[in-house]
């Protein structure tokens, strides 16, 4: 599989801490990411969600006034949002299971736990680029199909897919 190329993605970096948000921004630089946009909250974050459509999102877990799965939850709520399906990073510096799983179950596509190298930022983009994930939208989950593995269901398929 080819490696997809980063020169036409729009980021937006959400971290509440300026310095970490330059220093991802400096490795997205260095993936020659196009365009990068950095904000410090949830709110900077929900008005440039409103103006410009975005490749990717990347946020950390803990946001004010809103935390990163709310955030998450009300950009995947928004059926006429401009970045409902846009591929979502949550970071973290201490997740532990709990946390990873609500994030998922808010519409996070990947996760990355703090500190992490450009390698890591690389391989996630990549994941989500070169083999997306089918979007699901059901009553109780809006967000990329949770399943990572395709296993052939046992009985045929339960859910109903619009």
Not at 138 to 156: C, N, S, Y
């Amino acid at each position: 599989m080819q490696k997809p190329s980063f020169s036409k993605l729009d980021v937006l970096v959400v971290d509440p801490s300026p310095h970490m948000g330059a220093l991802i921004g400096q490795m997205l630089r260095h993936l020659k990411v196009r365009r990068i946009d950095e904000v410090q909250s949830s709110d900077g974050a929900a008005m440039l969600l409103q103006t410009h459509r975005f490749g990717a999102i990347m946020l950390n877990d803990v946001l004010a006034p809103m935390s990163g799965v709310a955030v998450v939850k009300a950009l995947r709520a928004a059926s006429e949002g401009l970045n409902r399906d846009t591929p979502v990073i949550m970071m973290s510096a201490a997740p532990d299971a709990a946390e990873i799983a609500a994030a998922r179950d808010s519409g996070v596509t990947e996760f990355l736990r703090k500190p992490f190298a450009t390698q890591h930022i690389e391989s996630r983009l990549v994941a989500m680029l070169a083999a997306p994930r089918p979007f699901i939208e059901a009553k109780a989950f809006v967000g990329p199909d949770r399943r990572r593995k395709r296993a052939v269901p046992k009985g045929g398929e339960r859910r109903n897919r619009a």
